[in-house]
């Protein structure tokens, strides 16, 4: 008897050690233990923020759908910057993406896109601006694209600007509601990415510069509304999300006269449930690195090199207007390993962006600008 209970109590002892060691190790391993992340609201002063960028000072810039870019300092509103060009803020259109220049601290150029009236024909299309800023104005403004030609179709305007290593610019233009005739019609403008000089050139090596009837500043083509654009931070290459149909949501590593598919293959449907394509693949055709269905409706995208953020450094995030998330999109490489939704119920989210700074912000419609803070 007096054997049992010492074996017991040296069992109870052991049992106890093993705890209190796996208690110590959970609060030591960032894998059983991972940061969590809060949002903190800085900015409220916006209803439909869709872009935001940021000075060599610190202060942002954020565009708001309805024609107004916004001058934001210490979460206040410093100015309503004036000069910008006639903006048609009708449905999805607007003032949508603002990027700075690499080199803006010494050339001061900023670029904007926005559903633009110049040319022909009723309604709108996309155009790509840069300006400079002087004092609360923007001044020097030129258009260095304009997609033609102008449609009263509402919808899928795009559009996203981002630069490459090598100084090009890249803008993405959706296909305007014609995904019949626009997406896989070079000649045609919409549905498409497009590369260009910092000015407005178009680069002597873009892919189609030498076929007869294309449209020479196209990059990729096959796209059917890209919202989401960023320059990978170890390749160098730009990736794209774009929203499908009824499911269809789409992640590519976007490169050089690829054909990324839209309308012929997609992994959609029609928004009444009936079927536009029986192929999710086809020879020629590029497959996503991933794909959402259901569609979260995508809108924003940002490759995370923070180390303020060590648990999503390496990956990328994904905003979901349709479902109020942000998606971490799990990487390894150049391939999609995971996705794991975080900031849950955050809202709309329009644009995910990392900031100089460090830290990931995140644009909410209705509800105005996050910063997302590592908690202790």
Request: proline share 6%; charged share 20%.
């Amino acid at each position: 008897m007096k054997w049992f209970k010492l074996g017991t109590a040296l069992s109870l002892l052991v049992l106890s050690l093993a705890c209190v060691d796996k208690a110590e190790s959970n609060t030591t391993d960032p894998a059983a233990n991972p940061p969590t992340y809060e949002p903190v609201l800085v900015f409220d002063g916006v209803s439909v923020p869709w872009g935001m960028a940021w000075l060599p000072n610190g202060d942002m810039l954020v565009t708001e759908r309805s024609g107004k870019l916004l001058h934001v300092r210490d979460g206040a509103l410093v100015a309503e910057l004036s000069g910008l060009p006639d903006i048609y803020a009708r449905s999805q259109g607007g003032l949508l993406d603002v990027v700075l220049h690499p080199d803006y601290a010494n050339n001061g150029w900023i670029y904007i896109t926005y559903s633009s009236t110049e040319g022909s024909g009723d309604g709108a299309n996309t155009a790509l601006m840069r300006a400079k800023i002087d004092g609360d104005a923007l001044v020097d403004q030129e258009v260095l694209y304009k997609a033609t030609p102008n449609t009263t179709r509402g919808q899928h305007y795009g559009s996203r600007i981002a630069f490459d290593d090598n100084g090009y610019v890249y803008f993405s233009v959706g296909d305007r509601g014609n995904r019949d005739e626009n997406p896989q019609d070079l000649s045609r403008d919409a549905g498409k990415i497009y590369r260009l000089h910092d000015d407005g050139r178009i680069p002597s090596d873009n892919p189609f510069v030498d076929q007869e009837g294309a449209k020479s500043a196209v990059y990729s083509y096959g796209h059917r509304n890209p919202q989401g654009m960023a320059t990978h931070p170890e390749s160098g290459d730009i990736w794209a999300h774009e929203h499908g149909p009824r499911g269809g949501d789409e992640l590519n590593h976007i490169r050089a006269g690829k054909n990324y598919g839209w309308p012929v293959i997609s992994y959609g449907i029609n928004y009444n449930g009936t079927s536009f394509t029986d192929l999710t693949e086809k020879e020629g055709m590029e497959q996503p690195q991933t794909y959402w269905d259901p569609s979260i409706a995508p809108s924003g995208l940002a490759f995370v090199t923070s180390d303020m953020y060590p648990n999503w450094k390496g990956h990328a995030l994904v905003g979901s207007l349709k479902f109020g998330y942000v998606v971490l999109v799990e990487m390894d490489g150049m391939e999609v390993t995971n996705r794991t939704e975080v900031l849950n119920d955050i809202g709309r989210v329009r644009d995910v962006r990392q900031a100089p700074d460090g830290y990931i912000y995140v644009a909410v419609e209705g509800k105005g600008i996050y910063r997302i803070e590592p908690q202790s």
